[in-house]
């Protein structure tokens, strides 16, 4: 740290300099982490093809992106959530939708 009494501007930068470290580590550790199709596809040791064949995998059926849509990212919470059903389940919602909401999901 740098004396104020020596060098008042030189402190008041020190300060601002720290701040902006603290600042950038609390946006990191409060951002929520995101995920996209391909760490999808590496979590349940797929392919992303078998994610597009099988869209039960992905959150929402693949649309509805909540964190990007150019890569296509959830947030990892979303997706925890969506892993808790079981695929049995998501599959028969999946077989259970109109041709639309199904082409609708995948133009998503």
């Known amino acids: 740290m740098i004396d104020a009494h020596e060098n008042l501007a030189e402190a008041v930068n020190d300060i601002a300099r720290a701040s902006i470290r603290q600042d950038q580590t609390l946006r990191f550790l409060l951002t929520e982490y995101t995920i996209t199709l391909a760490g999808i596809a590496r979590r349940q040791n797929v392919s992303r093809t078998q994610l597009y064949r ?4 992905v959150p929402n059926f693949g649309g509805n992106p909540d964190a990007s849509t150019s890569p296509k990212e959830w947030y990892l919470s979303t997706y925890m959530a969506w892993i808790q059903t079981p695929e049995e389940e998501r599959r028969k919602q ?3 939708m109109p041709f639309k909401a199904k082409k609708k999901a995948r133009a998503a």
């Open 54 to 57: 099988e869209p039960w995998r």
């Open 94 to 96: 999946w077989d259970a």
